[in-house]
């Protein structure tokens, strides 16, 4: 006797039906939420569809969340409730519940600075920013570069750098990001930023910190960082008011090397490139450019 196949078959139809889409939290389930909800409950529900495009809905989170603990003595209790804020879009709220726990010295303190930090760079507070990142390390700065902040694996030091230089303290951004690794490629580009903060003002440190930089992208054989580099080399120049003689002649050659007829063009006295031609370091523009063997001339 044969086994039908009509089972097999319906278990297959079943697994291929749609799975039908969520339904939209009603009000009444809210409002329980509201008066039931943890961090964790909280945080899951502001990811909710219905909850997120909810202006009136993430406030209510959000209130709940500021007022859940008033006064608090565990620093998990505060993360927790600081990271939910953070997710529910709230990071002002979130360093106001920080701000109810003193952390102690060590690991806690350690924690709490790097969830501080978390929220004032989220509220864009460029000022408290960088000052949980100096409190950090305590001011020494050079440990800042072997840290990674969460969530997006950024460098500690080209972080705080990037909060002075939003500060409009160009001069001490310029000082932070040097005092990390200036090796390779990524030395080079720190360089680069360095000097665009100096600026023509600063004429002489900005255009040797491009010179070094240079040097390190031709020793990494990276070409197209070269031609950014003496790109920059020639508007400091002018910035300045020179000519950018040597930087422009500099360009000109390794354009060549590379032939890169779309810089050539822009370097001609119209500066108007072809509009057929493109960038190699456009979008879409081919990859030699980086990865080419080609030394150029001095």
Request: proline fraction near 7%.
């Amino acid at each position: 006797m044969g086994i039908s196949p009509f089972p097999l078959l319906l278990t297959l139809m079943a697994a291929a039906a749609p799975v039908p889409p969520p339904q939209p939290m009603g009000e009444e389930r809210f409002q329980q939420l509201l008066q039931s909800a943890d961090a964790q409950a909280a945080e899951q529900a502001c990811l909710d569809p219905s909850i997120a495009s909810s202006d009136r809905r993430r406030q209510d989170l959000r209130d709940r969340l500021l007022a859940l603990h008033p006064v608090v003595d565990s620093l998990d209790v505060v993360l927790a409730d600081a990271g939910a804020l953070l997710s529910c879009g709230a990071p002002e709220s979130a360093a106001v519940v920080l701000s109810r726990y003193s952390p102690l010295m060590g690991e806690e303190r350690r924690r709490w600075l790097l969830i501080r930090w978390q929220a004032a760079d989220a509220a864009r507070d460029h000022r408290q920013a960088a000052l949980a990142l100096r409190r950090l390390v305590n001011g020494n700065l050079k440990e800042l570069d072997a840290v990674v902040l969460l969530p997006d694996q950024q460098n500690g030091l080209d972080q705080l750098a990037f909060h002075e230089a939003a500060l409009r303290r160009l001069d001490e951004a310029a000082a932070v990001v040097l005092q990390g690794s200036l090796e390779g490629v990524t030395g080079a580009r720190r360089m680069a930023q360095a000097a665009e903060w100096l600026g023509p003002d600063q004429l002489d440190q900005a255009d040797q910190l491009l010179e070094t930089a240079l040097d390190q992208a031709a020793a990494e054989r990276s070409w197209g960082l070269a031609m950014d580099l003496l790109r920059q080399q020639l508007e400091l120049q002018q910035a300045a008011g020179g000519d950018g003689a040597r930087p422009r002649q500099r360009l000109e050659r390794l354009a060549i090397l590379l032939e890169d007829r779309y810089s050539l063009e822009t370097l001609q006295p119209d500066g108007t490139p072809d509009p057929l031609l493109r960038s190699p370091r456009a979008p879409g523009g081919h990859a030699a450019v980086g990865d080419t063997t080609v030394a150029p001339s001095p």
